[in-house]
């Protein structure tokens, strides 16, 4: 897994901004300069300035305002209850919620430290492989790797991969239909308590966490001290797998929107930093290994936090957040997304 379709490349962006953010900045100065020029009290279009100007401006988070209103205004509008159902049959596991998934799950047989043998590199290897041979394919595929720690997964460590296409695996993964499914929620049909900040279960509170700007081999030592903190943590990294065909044009396309914009910058007399420079070799060389055969996907780190009471989760959150800081990870809470992220986070990504 080489190349990597970032967080500003998943979704639309004009000059590096979320396009409603530049769409909104670019309506309040247009309806305040109407306000001004037109005869006549025009307060409506005051307000409308003002909302434009906070709702494109940074907001809670990661995200704008409009962003969070968004989140916030879907959190009212559904059900506090939900369900969710996991049944392990035979080959696969199969996840009702959102929809009807179904995904093929390994276990992956640990022999002592994968470390000091290496064979954690040809692990990664052999699974970067595997993902190039989906995207060669043409498939749209959905690739997760599930790690449980603490005293919550048995072993000092459960790693689950999941695909939701079925085919041969690297040998180091034993096919476990029920290795998908995650300790805290448990086989079968169960009820969700959703809040702005947790989600119940059954038997446990649940925050679900966001790793911001994640892209793959930036954050290894990261991963590895946040993997070995404490107990009671669950890591989902998840990778849609985009076909090959339409990855050369995407990552061509990219090359092209911030070559161009950086051309037009220079001619206007601004003035191209080192850092925007280094951010267009970045997309060169992805475009590089995208023609060459390697995969382009699209990344996602979730993270969730297990807890018996609600005062323990706030304590292990805060702890969580903390040893995250402190190796470079910035998180998103999730605010008002909780059940959505604790969804998105399930083998196959329910609805991602």
Do not use: K
């Not at 206007?268 to 996907?297: K, N, P």
């Amino acid at each position: 897994m080489r190349a990597s379709l970032g967080e500003g490349d998943a979704w639309p962006r004009w000059w590096g901004l979320a396009r409603h953010r530049v769409a909104l900045g670019l309506a309040a100065p247009v309806l305040g300069a109407d306000a001004l020029l037109r005869p006549g009290r025009r307060w409506w279009e005051w307000l409308v300035v003002v909302l434009a100007l906070g709702a494109a401006s940074p907001g809670p988070g990661q995200g704008s305002w409009a962003e969070w209103c968004a989140a916030a205004t879907r959190y009212y509008g559904r059900r506090r209850v939900g369900w969710i159902s996991l049944d392990a049959d035979a080959d696969s596991l199969v996840v009702l919620s959102r929809g009807r998934q179904r995904v093929w799950c390994y276990e992956l047989t640990h022999r002592g430290r994968l470390d000091l043998s290496e064979r954690d590199v040809v692990v990664a290897s052999r699974l970067s492989q595997m993902v190039d041979s989906f995207a060669a394919a043409g498939e749209s595929a959905h690739v997760s790797l599930h790690v449980d720690t603490g005293a919550w997964s048995g072993p000092p460590a459960r790693t689950c991969l999941s695909v939701n296409v079925s085919g041969a695996v690297p040998p180091e993964w034993r096919a476990r239909a029920a290795a998908g499914v995650p300790r805290s929620l448990g086989t079968g049909r169960q009820a969700l308590l959703e809040r702005r900040h947790y989600v119940r279960t059954g038997g446990s509170v649940l925050r679900t966490l966001r790793v911001g700007d994640f892209a793959a081999g930036r954050a290894s030592a990261a991963l590895e001290t946040l993997g070995q903190f404490g107990s009671d943590l669950s890591l989902s990294l998840h990778a849609d797998v985009v076909p090959l065909a339409r990855a050369r044009r995407e990552s061509a396309r990219a090359v092209h929107r911030v070559g161009a914009g950086a051309e037009f910058g220079r001619a206007a007399g601004f003035r191209w930093s080192a850092h925007d420079q280094v951010g267009l070799e970045a997309l060169r060389q992805r475009e590089q290994l995208v023609a060459q055969g390697a995969a382009l996907c699209h990344w996602a780190l979730y993270i969730v936090v297990r807890a018996d009471s609600l005062a323990a989760l706030r304590a292990r959150v805060r702890e969580t957040c903390d040893v995250a800081r402190a190796a470079g990870l910035r998180l998103d809470v999730g605010t008002a997304r909780q059940g959505e992220w604790l969804t998105w986070q399930l083998p196959g990504g329910p609805g991602w």
